[in-house]
């Protein structure tokens, strides 16, 4: 079973050139009504609680408003048809994702050129045809309705994939029979699932279900009937209960992780073959581990006592702590990453000072090949099955396009699968890695990409973006954004923030909860770097970010009005002090802490940025990005931010909302609306940036 985690996703958004100054029009009103508790001893007033309220007329009434208002003032910028046909063209070419090779057959999701949506396709071999399974595109005119693979059959004969309407999380799980062509069965029920498997033989469903009030595993026939719960009473909202079915399809892998990003997991399994009883990897050390099974053994990934993460290794027959045995030591130079299972050996993915090593070992820990890379960039852990010769990985940077690699197992050759063929020649850029120094003197690496023969200034756009938490790391994936940018004679800048994952976990421990102001002085510092480096100045920087990386812009641009032009803030968490009571929050609470501990309030009320606007004060330009299908981090954070910005700022520049309807988290828009949306946010910042 592959590590599963609900985490914040990572949104990079970026732009750049001259742009006249729109005509203003009246800034939307919004009325106050004030709403005052004390929280562990403090009093605090919400002038917008009201907006909370996300389907009530008057605050539909509101982002109706607010749409129009940014409409006004975002609508015609005159490079914005330009902007939209660069990253058109960048965008709209044939794209797939990795293969899953069940049966001798390859199932795969594709996106041809012209298309909207991503369908499900299969080829009968490796260079049959591609064929058509499922297209999500007559299931909704406005094409926001996709679909995914969720599991194969180990016979290649049964498909299950999910069906999500706009960018939710929660889904709707359906299942397929490859032959016949066409749906069969009963579907799950519209849900969030952490982990959906079928049986070798497309029987049976094992899943993992979490309702927002409990979560267990279940066990049902595929053609329908009586779910059977599993496991999972006694968890609460706050834990996350995922499960997964072994490549050789005989045990059901079962993993409690204690949040997002958690310091602690669980692990259990059950022997499929006899339904023998759920039996306990490990349930009392407060570490997180990943569990795969392969050929009788149970592979486990770790941060016990490794900050860097180690393998261990155990009999499945004896699955006690008291059996482990280290197979892969931890390095203490490099993160690990991620470990896969492929062709008789596990392949480690590792992070040393952000540039990424696959090692393969054998099963008795001996190293075998390293692939490397000479360029700056990301790469996926190989993805293939124990038995199988082959397995897939993919490599890309900001400005080269994500290639999907054939892996030989015996020959350790590379082979290309497919390549996204957009039309940029990364030999035009330079992306180059720096450290800097943040506040408490850690040193901190920064990717920068510019066009080749751009002079420093002092003067040049630059969009500076970065996450910082949950154990991710950012690292140099392809951008259709900061291509764009760049070839129009900005910076692009992302900065490995502490709160990642990319120095392990002592990394991610120094940015998280009591240390979250560290992530923001790191970012900060970055900043800084880059003005006193000539690249930049106050008045041509611009940051970005969302999510977790929301939270981060708005802190930096409460902090440090004066050091930014620009702020693009998208699906943002901004109120910390109630952040814990929407939606699925509570899985974040071991990552920030909770107003509802007196001491963890100190921490969050120090810096949580609605609660730091001050009247008056002159405060960047602000596009907020949000919409009614992120169903993970509640939209009533962007809309009660743009209110307080609205009414607070000193300064004359715009503080707007995007409100959309249908994307989220998850993304949930067809294409030609990303690349209208992409082109709005570039537009923005060329405009005040220039």
Same mark, same amino acid.
């Not at 072994?246 to 669980?266: C, F, H, M, N, P």
């Not at 540039?355 to 960039?377: A, M, S």
């Given at each position: ?27 939307? &009103? ?55 046909? =660069? ?5 709209? +070419? ?15 999701? @594709? ?8 369908? !499900? ?27 995914? !693979? ?39 029920? *519209? ?17 993992? =279900?979490? &309702?927002? @009030? ?49 310091? $602690?997991?669980?692990?259990?399994? $059950? ?6 009883? !759920? ?31 180690? *393998?261990?290794? &155990? ?43 696959? *090692? ?36 890309? #940077? ?16 590379? /082979? ?9 020649? #990364? ?24 066009? @080749? ?30 291509? +764009?940018? &760049? ?14 994952? /990319? ?12 240390? @979250? ?23 041509? %920087? ?30 943002? %968490? !901004? ?18 802490? #909770?107003? /509802? ?75 030609? /609306? ?15 940036? =220039?």
């Amino acid at each position: 079973m592959r590590k599963i985690a609900i985490t914040l996703l990572l949104l990079t958004l970026t732009a750049c050139a001259t742009t006249p100054q729109p005509s203003r029009p009246p800034l939307p &009103t919004t009325e106050v009504k004030p709403v005052t508790e004390t929280i562990q001893g403090v009093a605090i007033t919400d002038p917008y609680r009201w907006l909370e309220d996300q389907n009530s007329p008057e605050t539909r009434d509101w982002i109706n408003r607010e749409n129009a208002y940014t409409d006004a003032l975002l609508g015609n910028l005159p490079d914005k048809a330009r902007l939209a046909a =660069r990253l058109e063209a960048l965008q709209n +070419t044939d794209q797939i994702t990795f293969p899953r090779i069940r049966g001798g057959r390859y199932f795969f999701t @594709k996106r041809p050129a012209g298309q909207d949506l991503f369908s !499900i396709y299969m080829r009968e071999s490796a260079t049959g045809p591609d064929v058509l399974l499922i297209d999500p595109a007559p299931m909704n005119p406005n094409h926001t309705t996709s679909v995914g !693979i969720e599991s194969v059959s180990n016979d290649g004969k049964t498909l299950a994939y999910f069906v999500r309407q706009g960018g939710a999380d929660e889904v709707e799980v359906h299942f397929y029979d490859v032959d016949a062509r066409h749906d069969v069965g009963s579907p799950l029920s *519209v849900s969030r699932y952490p982990g959906v498997s079928l049986t070798p033989d497309g029987r049976t469903t094992y899943f993992s =279900r979490y &309702t927002g @009030k409990d979560q267990h595993v279940y066990r049902r026939a595929v053609s329908g009937g009586e779910e059977q719960a599993l496991f999972g009473e006694g968890y609460g909202p706050d834990k996350i209960v995922g499960s997964g079915i072994s490549d050789d399809g005989r045990y059901l892998l079962i993993q409690v992780a204690y949040g997002s990003a958690a310091k $602690k997991t669980e692990e259990y399994f $059950k022997d499929l073959n006899s339904d023998g009883p !759920i039996q306990t990897i490990v349930n009392d050390v407060e570490a997180r581990f990943s569990v795969d099974e392969a050929d009788g053994k149970l592979i486990l990934q770790t941060n016990w006592n490794a900050p860097n993460e180690r *393998v261990m290794i &155990t009999d499945i027959a004896t699955p006690q702590r008291a059996n482990w045995k280290e197979l892969v030591p931890e390095n203490k130079n490099a993160a690990l990453q991620g470990v896969s299972t492929a062709g008789g050996k596990l392949y480690l993915r590792y992070l040393e000072n952000v540039k990424p090593r696959v *090692v393969g070992y054998t099963l008795d820990g001996q190293p075998q090949e390293e692939i490397k890379f000479e360029t700056l960039g990301t790469v996926t852990n190989l993805a293939g099955t124990w038995d199988s010769p082959v397995a897939f990985y993919s490599f890309s #940077s900001f400005a080269v396009p994500p290639t999907i690699y054939a892996y030989d197992i015996t020959s350790h050759q590379s /082979e290309q699968f497919f390549r996204i063929n957009a039309p940029v020649n #990364s030999a035009d850029f330079n992306v180059e890695q720096v450290w800097y120094t943040s506040k408490d003197g850690t040193r901190v690496p920064m990717f920068v990409m510019y066009k @080749k023969g751009m002079q420093r200034t002092g003067a040049n756009p630059t969009l500076l973006t970065g996450y910082g938490g949950f154990v991710l790391s950012s690292l140099p994936n392809f951008s259709p954004n900061a291509v +764009t940018w &760049t070839e129009n004679g900005g910076v692009y800048a992302l900065a490995n923030l502490r709160g990642g994952g /990319e120095f392990g976990e002592a990394w991610h421990r120094a940015g998280m909860r009591e240390n @979250k102001q560290n992530v923001f002085d790191d970012f900060e510092s970055a900043a800084q770097y880059l003005i006193d480096q000539h690249y930049t100045s106050p008045q041509h %920087l611009g940051i970005s970010g969302g999510s977790n990386g929301g939270l981060l812009v708005t802190a930096f641009l409460t902090q440090r009005p004066d050091l930014v032009k620009a702020v693009v803030c998208s699906y943002p %968490l !901004i109120d910390m002090i109630r952040y814990q009571r929407f939606l699925v929050a509570r899985f974040w609470v071991p990552e920030y802490g #909770s107003s /509802e501990d007196p001491e963890q309030f100190k921490w969050i009320y120090a810096y949580s940025p609605y609660q730091h606007v001050v009247k008056g004060t002159n405060y960047p330009a602000v596009l907020f990005v949000s919409g009614d299908s992120d169903t993970r981090v509640a939209p009533l954070h962007a809309r009660k931010m743009t209110a307080m910005m609205q009414a607070n700022t000193g300064s004359s520049n715009p503080v707007l909302l995007r409100y959309h309807v249908s994307s989220g988290h998850s993304g949930g828009e067809p294409l030609k /609306e990303q690349v209208n949306n992409q082109a709005e946010i570039l537009g923005f910042l060329m405009w005040q940036l =220039r």
